[in-house]
């Protein structure tokens, strides 16, 4: 519960939706009313509003009941010793060795009555969100997502168990869900092994045994498996599946299908093709919905919505017979289909067709009913993604932009930021395409306030400004208003010195270019990614042949309309407290990376871009080495003709502060020159002088608890200071990327993600460098070279 000295120390924020709003949602310390149609505005509570969450009796969320795993005491007890422990556990090993099946059971079996769990499904979901789903399930919230300091201090006490299905997480975000719940324990199951040892215990799932594997059949046929014929088939059938329990299950389902009725075994040699049998053995309606699940590839999808697109009268039973032949997974939200039958369709054929009008129209139709709360539809992110996927594959950008538009108030309003940002990240790009400028004013916009609220206020502003351009433009005055009220609370841009927009008034979907310094971002957030690219050096791909420091941007190829996913980039964060540390970008392409000079020639820019890149390398290699102020050459696509892109596709990059300034923390390039006592025992974390085997090194300064900061100049001559956070081996932070064609700081192109992890010797470190976010469509990375650090 928070304190009344908490509120009279700072403004409370809350998130309202104009129309179908079911009521005020408060997003940590960030007031926001959200605007289906004109943009979120931005307004502040009175002091003493602070929300004030109730925390349940007993926090017990069980998972469905399901078959009971069999062959899996001994990792049962596993499980079971490790909790004891306290340790967390990772379960991980192939689709289909039985994970789900063992972590649904063991949360059944190993609670006690008194215990406090929680079961969650991380399929296609952010960790930042499923750290709200926990927060909801152990308060009263009220609609309300609270900071990641609120979090903590709610969430510290709280000895329950979280159960995690589908947690293809990496070692960091595992670390960041723990840490949102410090005294939780932890059991993820998932396909690979990410959990470090450090923080707990990864087991691998293997087939189960030949007796475990009789005992299966035997109950999947209805029959005990006696005869010695087929006994010997059973054994050879265990034995070619390597006692997985999913083929197995499909072999019992192909001989209860049996035309003759005599629920005879498939030979042991037809163990990986038991599909095309089991889809010829399925009846119009099931097959149907296969196919739409199918098309949704790994979407979960409610029943009600299988049976109104299938046209199937009873879908829960038809659903639970496709699980029960092993063709679809039953979930906490619906069924979504096993991982091979969708090749296995596709290989017979093809799916059977459903009307794209008719999925992105009723998808988008629900998305907006009175009916339909925010939740369901956060629920049904994935399958409103893939949906919206196959439009623009098929060149219906316009229903792409139906669908996203739809969804995004409800998702706002549902406070998971994280596949808000996905969906809002894919909406932006099909309105450029379809050549709709309000929906892209509407996607800048709730990109802007996404921002925001996830404390990435400099991008936040950026984003805000290029919306107010474009509303205006539209002659939208609400748009307009909302987008300068919410301009307010974040840094802001200077306007073109003419006074005239910066938004080309034509239909390539280029932005404003706003210029100069963003000012500080008083929130250090990380708005991470778990696919992403660095922009240490980056520019759109390539065709072969093509020297790609060119800015020449390739021709996207022609995309496969037979399938139902195309990669995404997850946007994730959640609510943050306001900090202090400055917006802080600065440094170069990393050693070894393409000449700078030649990618900021070609924009054509003249003398500014050229001199900015003269002699440029060699200072720029001494501070490469301060990993979370790289950024580099950036080309973006603005939709040209691809048959022009070679000589209008502007190239963007930056320069590299003055070596010879007073910078306030000065660059190392000589080991010798440090006075560093080699004698003196070695730091611990991130504290201490750090070089780079290309020369340079940068000092880092504890200045809190998994907290180190450096001090340097970014590329518009300002002092930062950059704040590396984190714990154990591995410490983050995210950075805007400057544009800096014409040789001057000039606007925010999106954000860079850098990770150091220490390795176990303590003396050298890997550091790593992502693109989280970019605010232009089709910007790539073609230096994103991972480096070594060794501590002085």
């Keep these: 519960m928070a304190s009344d000295d908490d509120d009279n120390e700072r403004t409370e924020n809350r998130i309202d939706i104009d129309g179908d709003a079911a009521g005020p949602v408060i997003a940590g310390n960030h007031n926001l009313v959200v605007d289906a149609q004109h943009g979120s505005t931005v307004t502040v509570l009175m002091q003493g509003q602070r929300p004030r969450p109730k925390r349940h009796d007993r926090v017990r969320l069980l998972p469905r009941r399901q078959g009971v795993?069999?062959?899996?005491?001994?990792?049962?007890?596993?499980?079971?010793?490790?909790?004891?422990?306290?340790?967390?556990?990772?379960?991980?090993?192939?689709?289909?060795v039985g994970k789900s099946a063992l972590l649904r059971h063991a949360a059944h079996t190993l609670t006690g009555e008194r215990d406090e769990m929680l079961f969650l499904d991380a399929a296609r979901r952010e960790p930042e969100d499923l750290a709200q789903d926990m927060f909801e399930a152990c308060y009263e919230a009220g609609g309300y997502a609270p900071s990641r300091t609120d979090l903590c201090r709610l969430m510290a006490g709280i000895e329950m168990t979280v159960y995690v299905d589908n947690a293809e997480y990496t070692a960091e975000q595992l670390r960041t869900l723990m840490d949102a719940a410090p005294d939780a324990k932890f059991v993820f199951a998932g396909r690979e092994s990410s959990l470090l040892g450090t923080d707990g215990t990864a087991r691998r799932l293997h087939g189960i045994g030949r007796a475990a594997a009789m005992e299966?059949?035997?109950?999947?046929?209805?029959?005990?498996?006696?005869?010695?014929?087929?006994?010997?088939?059973?054994?050879?059938?265990?034995?070619?599946?390597?006692?997985?329990?999913?083929?197995?299950?499909?072999?019992?389902?192909?001989?209860?299908?049996?035309?003759?009725?005599?629920?005879?075994?498939?030979?042991?040699?037809?163990?990986?093709?038991?599909?095309?049998?089991?889809?010829?053995?399925?009846?119009?309606?099931?097959?149907?919905?296969?196919?739409?699940?199918?098309?949704?590839?790994?979407?979960?999808?409610?029943?009600?919505?299988?049976?109104?697109?299938?046209?199937?009268?009873?879908?829960?039973?038809?659903?639970?017979?496709?699980?029960?032949?092993?063709?679809?997974?039953?979930?906490?939200?619906?069924y979504r289909v096993e991982t091979d039958v969708v090749?296995?369709?596709?290989?017979?054929?093809?799916?059977?067709?459903?009307?794209l009008e008719r999925l992105c129209t009723y998808f988008a139709q629900w998305a907006t009913q009175p009916t339909t709360n925010a939740a369901q539809v956060a629920d049904h992110a994935r399958a409103l993604e893939v949906v919206a996927e196959l439009a623009e594959q098929s060149?219906?950008?316009?229903?792409?932009?139906?669908?996203?538009?739809?969804?995004?108030?409800?998702?706002?309003?549902?406070?998971?930021?994280?596949?808000?940002?996905?969906?809002?990240?894919?909406?932006?790009?099909?309105?450029?395409?379809?050549?709709?400028?309000?929906?892209?004013?509407?996607?800048?916009?709730?990109?802007?306030?996404?921002?925001?609220?996830?404390?990435?206020?400099?991008v936040a502003a950026v984003l805000l400004a290029e919306a107010a351009v474009l509303w205006r433009q539209l002659g939208d005055t609400q748009g307009v208003d909302a987008a300068s009220a919410a301009q307010q609370h974040v840094p802001q841009q200077a306007p073109p010195s003419d006074g005239s927009s910066t938004v080309s008034p034509q239909t390539d979907g280029s932005a404003p270019d706003v210029s100069g310094s963003s000012g500080a971002d008083p929130t250090p957030v990380q708005d991470v990614s778990s696919s992403g690219v660095d922009p240490t050096s980056a520019q759109s791909a390539a065709p072969p042949g093509v020297d790609p420091t060119s800015a020449h941007v390739a021709s996207s190829p022609a995309p496969d309309l037979t399938s139902a996913q195309s990669a995404t980039t997850p946007g994730t964060g959640m609510p943050v407290d306001p900090g202090t540390a400055a917006s802080h970008v600065v440094g170069a392409p990393p050693p070894g990376s393409v000449d700078i000079s030649s990618a900021l020639a070609s924009s054509g820019t003249g003398?500014?871009?050229?001199?900015?890149?003269?002699?440029?390398?060699?200072?720029?290699?001494?501070?490469?080495?301060?990993?979370?102020?790289?950024?580099?050459?950036?080309?973006?696509?603005?939709n040209q003709d691809s048959t022009d892109r070679s000589t209008d596709t502007p190239a963007v990059g930056i320069t590299s502060p003055d070596t010879e300034s007073d910078d306030p923390d000065p660059v190392y390039t000589n080991p010798a020159?440090?006075?560093?006592?080699?004698?003196?025992?070695?730091?611990?974390?991130?504290?201490?002088?750090?070089?780079?085997?290309?020369?340079?090194?940068?000092?880092?300064?504890?200045?809190?608890?998994?907290?180190?900061?450096?001090?340097?100049?970014?590329?518009?001559?300002?002092?930062?200071?950059?704040?590396?956070?984190?714990?154990?081996?591995?410490?983050?932070?995210?950075?805007?990327?400057?544009?800096?064609?014409?040789?001057?700081?000039?606007?925010?192109?999106?954000?860079?993600?850098?990770?150091?992890?220490?390795?176990?010797?303590?003396?050298?470190?890997?550091?790593?460098?992502?693109?989280?976010?970019?605010?232009e469509d089709n910007v790539e990375c073609y230096t994103c070279t991972p480096s070594t650090w060794t501590r002085a």
């Design 69 to 96: 795993p069999l062959g899996r005491d001994a990792d049962l007890e596993s499980i079971a010793s490790a909790l004891r422990d306290g340790s967390t556990v990772q379960l991980w090993g192939p689709p289909g």
């Design 216 to 334: 299966l059949l035997a109950r999947e046929l209805g029959r005990p498996v006696t005869d010695a014929a087929e006994q010997a088939t059973a054994a050879a059938l265990w034995e070619t599946a390597s006692g997985m329990p999913l083929l197995l299950l499909r072999a019992a389902a192909v001989a209860r299908l049996d035309p003759s009725g005599e629920a005879v075994l498939p030979k042991p040699g037809r163990v990986e093709a038991l599909l095309p049998p089991l889809f010829d053995r399925l009846d119009g309606p099931s097959l149907r919905a296969l196919h739409l699940l199918a098309t949704l590839d790994d979407a979960e999808l409610a029943p009600v919505h299988i049976g109104a697109l299938s046209e199937t009268s009873d879908p829960s039973s038809l659903c639970e017979g496709l699980a029960e032949l092993g063709l679809a997974q039953e979930t906490e939200r619906g």
């Design 343 to 355: 090749p296995a369709l596709r290989g017979l054929g093809g799916l059977q067709p459903y009307s």
């Design 395 to 458: 060149g219906r950008a316009d229903l792409a932009v139906q669908v996203v538009r739809a969804a995004s108030p409800a998702l706002a309003r549902s406070l998971r930021f994280g596949v808000w940002g996905r969906l809002l990240d894919q909406g932006l790009p099909a309105a450029q395409r379809a050549d709709d400028r309000q929906a892209q004013a509407y996607f800048r916009h709730e990109q802007g306030i996404r921002k925001f609220l996830t404390g990435n206020r400099a």
């Design 607 to 638: 003398t500014g871009a050229g001199a900015a890149s003269t002699g440029a390398l060699a200072a720029l290699k001494v501070i490469a080495v301060i990993a979370a102020l790289v950024i580099g050459v950036v080309a973006i696509d603005q």
């Design 673 to 775: 020159d440090t006075g560093i006592d080699e004698t003196e025992p070695a730091e611990t974390g991130l504290a201490g002088v750090w070089w780079s085997s290309e020369g340079g090194g940068i000092e880092f300064v504890e200045a809190g608890p998994g907290t180190y900061t450096a001090t340097a100049k970014d590329v518009c001559g300002n002092a930062v200071t950059v704040e590396f956070t984190g714990s154990g081996d591995t410490y983050t932070s995210t950075d805007p990327v400057y544009d800096m064609d014409g040789g001057s700081c000039g606007r925010i192109l999106g954000e860079v993600l850098t990770t150091i992890t220490i390795n176990p010797d303590g003396n050298t470190a890997e550091v790593t460098k992502e693109m989280t976010s970019a605010i």
